[in-house]
């Protein structure tokens, strides 16, 4: 489904609420109502006025979109019209630096054109080995009979693995202080910006006390890489990296170090959570497990994962693509117009700040069948073969779309195959946990689940 070309309309805004209010206790009411259910506040704007809506904030004009002709419009046909300088932006840059996630022009071209070749097809299969060495060791030590929280388990495992992948170390010493840091992140970060002076210096002091701890871990890595032998992980290739337009240009070690946390922190927190929504929905549908697990059996018998193994388990992967249908990691996506722009037939002005909300576009009926409904082999075999191109963007699009997308598709089937291939998850009857929607979607509380041996 597609939307009627409109005539461009500048004497008209897009349906939408009134203004908030300008005091204080206004301000913390409306940032109380979104922040508490922020997925049913901007459901029922999307139920009220369609399928996009002008949100006057007091700042800068704001615009809401879930349509995937909007979406193509912004991400895809106008990318060049829009830039990263958004609100939701701001605060992370002060965490990540000029990591590939948070840079906009020429350095982001740069940088994105040294980056590159580390996320081909042949780089990421050079990884799967330690996806699947991880993921067995997981495996054979999960707790039989007893419920757990698959989100912790899953997260120390991805955890592992992108150390391996991305600095050739095990951080298993490590873990505590990254997820540590990870945590302080997610709360911080995704918190509204209205809070008190004296607690908003305590949110700053925790936020620089994560993010030394991380630059510590990272520059000890570095420091013994430079007196020890090369290695074949990522960060020797960042330390490689040469832009192919450009031979003299290579990334400064501020630019390596950078690069390393957006990778560490967004590498094995998003795929984290697809996997635990994965095992979560899984556990719930017994029938789509066993046919999982039948294919994992077929194809690998006792065998580890192999990158060659990883095309012929179809259902596998859709089950992981399914879960992030239904619970993207990364469930919205932020822009800012660079300059006067169309879209939807309406003229947005320079300045403004858009907002994609694809855990809506993914949830359309317009575009699925049973939107709602998990349904693990949605995505197998070419099934959505006439789906709109827009519709589905876990990873996002265009130019700025996720460059680790191959890495985290693989790696997550790999450890989805690895977990289930002599284990039934089940969640005794326990309804699946609402969403915690922060910097990626977490779920509620956590995962709790309960793994038995077959």
Known sequence: MTLETQAPNRS???????????????????????????????????????????????????????????????????????????????????????????????????????????FVRKAVDSYVDAFASESDRAAAALPVGRTVDASKLVIDLTLRIVGRTLLGTDVGASTERVSGAMRTFQRVLAAPGLLPAPLAKIAVSRIEKAKRDLHEIIDGVIAERKRGARGTDLLQRLLDAVDPEDGSTRLSEEDIKDQL??????????????????????????PAQDAIRREVQTVLGEAPVTAEALKSLPLTESAVHEAMRLYPPVFVIARRAKEEVEIGGYILPAGSEVVLWTFFTHRDGRFYERPNAFVADRFANGSTEGLHKHAYLPFGAGPRACIGRAFATSEATAILASLLRHHRVVADGKPIPGVSPRITLGPKGGMPLRFERV
């Open 12 to 118: 008209t805004m897009p349906p939408g609420p009134p203004p908030r209010g300008k005091k204080l206790g206004e301000r913390l009411a409306y940032g109380w109502a979104f922040f508490r259910d922020p997925m049913g506040f901007v459901g029922k704007r999307f139920g009220r006025y369609g399928d996009v809506y002008y949100a006057p904030s007091g700042g800068e004009p704001l615009y809401v979109f879930r349509h995937p002709d909007h979406l193509r419009e912004i991400l895809s046909v106008r990318a060049d019209s829009f830039e990263k300088d958004h609100t939701a932006f701001r605060q992370l840059k002060g965490v990540l630096g000029t990591g590939l996630l948070t840079t906009d022009g020429d350095l982001w071209l740069r940088h994105r054109r040294l980056l590159n070749p580390l």
């Open 261 to 286: 946390l957006t990778f560490l922190l967004a590498g094995h927190e998003t795929t984290a959570n697809a996997l635990t929504w994965t095992l979560g929905l899984l556990a719930r549908d017994q």
